[in-house]
Protein backbone atom coordinates (compact mmCIF):
# COMPACT_ATOMS: atom_id res chain seq x y z
CA UNK A 1 0.00 0.00 0.00
CA UNK A 2 1.62 3.25 -1.28
CA UNK A 3 -1.54 5.38 -1.04
CA UNK A 4 -4.45 6.63 1.09
CA UNK A 5 -7.39 5.05 2.10
CA UNK A 6 -9.58 8.00 2.15
CA UNK A 7 -12.52 8.70 5.13
CA UNK A 8 -15.36 9.74 3.67
CA UNK A 9 -14.70 13.81 4.62
CA UNK A 10 -11.77 13.32 2.24
CA UNK A 11 -14.36 11.47 -0.38
CA UNK A 12 -16.31 14.78 -0.41
CA UNK A 13 -13.01 16.71 -0.78
CA UNK A 14 -11.96 14.31 -3.71
CA UNK A 15 -15.83 15.34 -5.35
CA UNK A 16 -15.34 18.69 -4.51
CA UNK A 17 -12.08 18.78 -6.20
CA UNK A 18 -13.30 18.04 -9.86
CA UNK A 19 -16.66 19.00 -10.28
CA UNK A 20 -17.33 21.87 -12.15
CA UNK A 21 -20.86 22.94 -11.22
CA UNK A 22 -23.38 22.30 -8.32
CA UNK A 23 -25.93 20.79 -11.06
CA UNK A 24 -22.98 18.14 -11.67
CA UNK A 25 -22.34 17.31 -7.79
CA UNK A 26 -26.13 16.84 -7.42
CA UNK A 27 -26.11 14.30 -10.03
CA UNK A 28 -23.32 12.50 -9.66
CA UNK A 29 -22.26 12.74 -5.94
CA UNK A 30 -25.90 11.71 -5.21
CA UNK A 31 -25.38 8.72 -7.49
CA UNK A 32 -22.57 7.23 -5.63
CA UNK A 33 -23.87 8.14 -2.52
CA UNK A 34 -26.47 5.56 -3.74
CA UNK A 35 -24.62 3.31 -5.06
CA UNK A 36 -22.67 3.07 -1.87
CA UNK A 37 -25.67 2.36 0.15
CA UNK A 38 -26.91 -0.16 -1.70
CA UNK A 39 -23.25 -1.46 -2.02
CA UNK A 40 -23.23 -1.82 1.67
CA UNK A 41 -26.63 -3.46 1.90
CA UNK A 42 -25.55 -6.46 -0.58
CA UNK A 43 -22.25 -6.50 1.61
CA UNK A 44 -24.53 -7.05 4.96
CA UNK A 45 -26.49 -9.34 3.36
CA UNK A 46 -23.46 -11.59 1.83
CA UNK A 47 -21.92 -11.51 5.29
CA UNK A 48 -24.98 -12.54 6.89
CA UNK A 49 -24.94 -15.52 4.83
CA UNK A 50 -21.98 -16.16 5.80
CA UNK A 51 -22.01 -16.00 9.56
CA UNK A 52 -24.98 -18.33 9.21
CA UNK A 53 -23.09 -20.84 6.88
CA UNK A 54 -22.76 -23.47 9.39
CA UNK A 55 -26.21 -23.55 10.45
CA UNK A 56 -27.55 -24.06 7.12
CA UNK A 57 -28.65 -27.35 5.69
CA UNK A 58 -26.76 -28.36 2.87
CA UNK A 59 -30.06 -28.05 0.68
CA UNK A 60 -30.79 -24.47 1.23
CA UNK A 61 -30.91 -21.96 -1.92
CA UNK A 62 -27.91 -19.96 -0.03
CA UNK A 63 -25.35 -22.96 -0.78
CA UNK A 64 -26.72 -23.59 -4.06
CA UNK A 65 -30.15 -25.79 -3.66
CA UNK A 66 -33.13 -25.90 -5.39
CA UNK A 67 -34.12 -22.21 -6.17
CA UNK A 68 -37.90 -22.74 -5.29
CA UNK A 69 -37.24 -23.91 -1.86
CA UNK A 70 -38.00 -21.69 1.12
CA UNK A 71 -35.14 -19.07 1.93
CA UNK A 72 -33.96 -19.91 5.81
CA UNK A 73 -32.45 -16.04 6.04
CA UNK A 74 -34.54 -13.27 6.57
CA UNK A 75 -33.70 -10.50 4.42
CA UNK A 76 -30.84 -8.12 5.75
CA UNK A 77 -31.50 -4.38 5.13
CA UNK A 78 -34.10 -5.06 2.37
CA UNK A 79 -31.82 -7.55 0.25
CA UNK A 80 -33.34 -10.83 -0.38
CA UNK A 81 -31.40 -14.01 -2.31
CA UNK A 82 -27.75 -14.07 -2.24
CA UNK A 83 -25.65 -16.83 -1.74
CA UNK A 84 -22.88 -17.69 0.87
CA UNK A 85 -19.68 -15.69 0.15
CA UNK A 86 -16.06 -17.14 0.23
CA UNK A 87 -15.33 -15.01 3.22
CA UNK A 88 -16.27 -11.87 4.78
CA UNK A 89 -17.04 -8.63 2.69
CA UNK A 90 -15.22 -5.62 4.10
CA UNK A 91 -18.37 -2.99 4.58
CA UNK A 92 -16.15 -0.28 4.94
CA UNK A 93 -14.04 -0.23 1.76
CA UNK A 94 -17.53 -0.75 -0.07
CA UNK A 95 -18.86 2.40 1.26
CA UNK A 96 -15.94 4.23 0.40
CA UNK A 97 -15.08 2.70 -2.87
CA UNK A 98 -18.64 3.20 -3.70
CA UNK A 99 -18.63 6.45 -3.32
CA UNK A 100 -15.21 7.11 -5.81
CA UNK A 101 -16.57 4.81 -8.28
CA UNK A 102 -18.00 7.23 -10.56
CA UNK A 103 -16.05 10.20 -10.14
CA UNK A 104 -14.35 9.83 -13.92
CA UNK A 105 -18.01 11.05 -14.75
CA UNK A 106 -16.93 14.87 -13.92
CA UNK A 107 -14.53 14.27 -16.73
CA UNK A 108 -16.75 13.03 -19.44
CA UNK A 109 -19.04 15.76 -19.15
CA UNK A 110 -20.19 17.41 -22.77
CA UNK A 111 -22.17 19.77 -20.62
CA UNK A 112 -21.78 20.91 -17.18
CA UNK A 113 -23.77 22.73 -15.98
CA UNK A 114 -22.34 25.72 -14.62
CA UNK A 115 -23.88 27.95 -17.18
CA UNK A 116 -27.60 27.06 -16.26
CA UNK A 117 -27.81 24.75 -18.78
CA UNK A 118 -28.74 20.59 -18.62
CA UNK A 119 -25.95 18.39 -17.74
CA UNK A 120 -25.10 16.19 -20.65
CA UNK A 121 -22.58 13.38 -21.38
CA UNK A 122 -20.50 12.84 -23.92
CA UNK A 123 -21.28 10.32 -25.43
CA UNK A 124 -18.18 8.89 -27.27
CA UNK A 125 -16.05 9.23 -24.36
CA UNK A 126 -18.46 8.10 -21.82
CA UNK A 127 -16.68 4.47 -21.90
CA UNK A 128 -13.64 6.35 -20.40
CA UNK A 129 -15.05 8.04 -17.02
CA UNK A 130 -14.11 4.84 -14.94
CA UNK A 131 -10.17 4.70 -16.26
CA UNK A 132 -10.44 8.38 -15.86
CA UNK A 133 -11.18 8.33 -12.62
CA UNK A 134 -8.84 5.93 -11.77
CA UNK A 135 -6.01 8.11 -13.24
CA UNK A 136 -7.48 10.94 -10.94
CA UNK A 137 -7.42 9.29 -7.84
CA UNK A 138 -3.92 7.85 -8.00
CA UNK A 139 -3.00 11.59 -8.98
CA UNK A 140 -4.50 12.14 -5.75
CA UNK A 141 -2.42 9.87 -3.72
CA UNK A 142 -5.14 7.81 -2.96
CA UNK A 143 -4.09 4.10 -3.17
CA UNK A 144 -4.48 2.02 -6.17
CA UNK A 145 -6.95 -0.92 -3.97
CA UNK A 146 -9.06 2.18 -3.67
CA UNK A 147 -8.73 3.86 -7.24
CA UNK A 148 -9.40 0.44 -8.83
CA UNK A 149 -12.84 1.13 -8.07
CA UNK A 150 -13.94 3.45 -10.52
CA UNK A 151 -11.40 1.02 -13.04
CA UNK A 152 -13.48 -1.92 -12.80
CA UNK A 153 -17.05 -1.10 -12.41
CA UNK A 154 -18.35 -0.72 -15.62
CA UNK A 155 -21.23 -2.98 -17.05
CA UNK A 156 -20.93 -6.29 -15.77
CA UNK A 157 -16.90 -6.38 -16.21
CA UNK A 158 -15.11 -5.24 -19.41
CA UNK A 159 -12.62 -7.86 -20.79
CA UNK A 160 -9.82 -7.22 -22.61
CA UNK A 161 -11.61 -9.88 -25.68
CA UNK A 162 -14.85 -7.69 -25.13
CA UNK A 163 -12.87 -4.36 -25.50
CA UNK A 164 -10.83 -5.69 -28.43
CA UNK A 165 -14.53 -7.11 -30.05
CA UNK A 166 -16.88 -3.87 -29.78
CA UNK A 167 -13.98 -1.79 -30.48
CA UNK A 168 -13.99 0.27 -27.25
CA UNK A 169 -12.20 4.00 -26.84
CA UNK A 170 -10.03 2.59 -24.09
CA UNK A 171 -6.40 0.44 -24.11
CA UNK A 172 -6.85 -3.37 -24.64
CA UNK A 173 -7.28 -4.29 -21.16
CA UNK A 174 -8.97 -6.27 -18.24
CA UNK A 175 -11.05 -3.52 -16.27
CA UNK A 176 -13.06 -6.36 -14.17
CA UNK A 177 -13.06 -6.35 -10.28
CA UNK A 178 -10.39 -8.08 -8.89
CA UNK A 179 -11.73 -8.64 -5.62
CA UNK A 180 -15.29 -9.19 -3.82
CA UNK A 181 -15.41 -5.66 -2.72
CA UNK A 182 -15.54 -4.20 -6.00
CA UNK A 183 -17.31 -6.86 -7.26
CA UNK A 184 -20.29 -5.73 -4.90
CA UNK A 185 -20.13 -1.82 -6.04
CA UNK A 186 -20.32 -2.91 -9.89
CA UNK A 187 -22.82 -4.59 -8.96
CA UNK A 188 -24.40 -2.15 -6.93
CA UNK A 189 -24.28 0.47 -9.78
CA UNK A 190 -26.66 -1.40 -11.86
CA UNK A 191 -29.53 -0.64 -10.22
CA UNK A 192 -29.14 3.09 -10.17
CA UNK A 193 -28.98 4.99 -13.74
CA UNK A 194 -27.31 9.15 -14.12
CA UNK A 195 -29.82 9.92 -16.81
CA UNK A 196 -31.41 13.02 -16.13
CA UNK A 197 -32.84 12.60 -14.53
CA UNK A 198 -31.62 9.94 -12.92
CA UNK A 199 -33.25 6.69 -12.14
CA UNK A 200 -33.40 3.38 -10.01
CA UNK A 201 -33.86 0.07 -11.95
CA UNK A 202 -34.92 -3.41 -10.85
CA UNK A 203 -32.56 -6.43 -11.37
CA UNK A 204 -34.78 -7.19 -14.69
CA UNK A 205 -34.83 -4.02 -16.09
CA UNK A 206 -31.25 -4.34 -16.31
CA UNK A 207 -30.91 -7.60 -17.88
CA UNK A 208 -32.74 -6.32 -20.43
CA UNK A 209 -30.02 -3.51 -20.14
CA UNK A 210 -27.57 -5.95 -20.44
CA UNK A 211 -29.34 -8.23 -23.39
CA UNK A 212 -28.46 -5.58 -25.54
CA UNK A 213 -24.59 -6.42 -25.35
CA UNK A 214 -25.35 -10.14 -25.96
CA UNK A 215 -26.69 -13.15 -24.26
CA UNK A 216 -23.50 -13.80 -22.48
CA UNK A 217 -23.94 -10.30 -21.16
CA UNK A 218 -27.38 -11.20 -20.17
CA UNK A 219 -26.22 -14.28 -18.20
CA UNK A 220 -23.74 -12.73 -16.65
CA UNK A 221 -25.62 -10.49 -14.81
CA UNK A 222 -28.07 -12.96 -13.69
CA UNK A 223 -25.59 -14.75 -12.23
CA UNK A 224 -24.70 -12.24 -10.07
CA UNK A 225 -27.82 -11.44 -9.09
CA UNK A 226 -28.30 -15.18 -7.38
CA UNK A 227 -25.29 -14.45 -6.27
CA UNK A 228 -25.50 -10.81 -4.25
CA UNK A 229 -29.37 -11.12 -3.78
CA UNK A 230 -31.93 -8.16 -5.01
CA UNK A 231 -31.81 -5.10 -2.58
CA UNK A 232 -35.48 -3.08 -2.13
CA UNK A 233 -35.02 -0.44 -4.84
CA UNK A 234 -38.53 0.30 -4.42
CA UNK A 235 -37.58 1.54 -1.18
CA UNK A 236 -34.92 3.79 -2.49
CA UNK A 237 -36.84 5.18 -5.28
CA UNK A 238 -39.49 6.32 -2.66
CA UNK A 239 -36.77 7.59 -0.71
CA UNK A 240 -34.97 9.90 -3.52
CA UNK A 241 -38.12 10.51 -5.13
CA UNK A 242 -37.23 8.88 -7.97
CA UNK A 243 -39.02 6.51 -10.98
CA UNK A 244 -38.39 2.79 -10.88
CA UNK A 245 -38.01 0.84 -14.13
CA UNK A 246 -39.16 -2.04 -14.13
Known sequence: ???IIPTVDQVDELHRRICPSQAAWDLIHTHCVIVATLARQLARRRN??????CTLPDDAPERGGRPESRFLVPPTGGVTGGTIPPRLIDEHLVVIGGLLHDIGTYRVLASDGSDGEQLRFDGPRYIRHGLLGYEYLLEQGVDESVAEFARNHTGVGLTKERVEAQGLALPPADYVPVNLEQ????VADKYHSKSVPPRFLTAEAYARKAARFGEDNRRQWLDLVAAYGEPDVDAMARRYDMTLNR
Open 1 to 3: MTG
Open 48 to 53: ALFMRR
Open 183 to 186: ETVM
